[in-house]
């Protein structure tokens, strides 16, 4: 069965600090993965989108890496802020189909 | 370059009537889809459309069904609304093949509160 699991559920972290949210998925085969940010009352927004073929790709202070041998996915935030206070969702596309498995998410929250 | 909008932002209807909701999306897009998100179980996926054909469906029983003008815009109705339609409805155009590892862009959501 196509499953995407992030861990942990929530997660609270002081301004400042480094996170690091996982993201397991059992979808074969394997097109792509991404990672979307979603504020709290506000659509998903992308972060990072990874092929087979990367291993690691940043946006500003997010990074996510990629291991296919393994089918684990992370996202690093460094010096987080409180902007940084959302939900991260894990998005895995089945290959040669139209579907998109959806985590249930990581709840982040950013204290000063 | 407008984002994807959706009307109305916020909704309030009692069991068994219907809602439609509307979707914009950024201009150029041929692909929206629609999803549904409940705070225990995440983003659902409803249905895709692609150039005014349904390309793809999920688990959703028929009283949710949907579809796409010339325009690209599109629409989605819940008939006979239940006590667990409660949710925020998110709508996401791209350009092409969202799962093809095109970036899709999500509205601001439609929250729907059926009471």
Redesign the interface.
Known sequence: KNQVEQSPQSLIILEGKNCTLQCNYTVSPF??LRW?KQDT??????LT?M?FSENTKSNGRYTATLDADTKQSSLHITASQLSDSASY?CVV??GN????I????TRLQVFP | KAG?TQTPRYLIKTRGQQVTLSCSPISGHRSVSWYQQTPG?????LF?YFSETQ??KGNFPGRFSGRQFSNSRSEMNVSTLELGDSALY?C?SSYS?????E???????TRLLVL
């Open positions: 097109s792509n979307y009352g506000r659509g998903p927004v992308s989108i092929t969702i596309s089945v189909t139209d579907k998109l959806f985590g249930t998410g | 994807v179980q995440g983003l659902q996926f895709e390309r793809n998110l996401a093949r969202p799962a093809g590892g970036t899709q862009y999500f509205g601001p959501g």
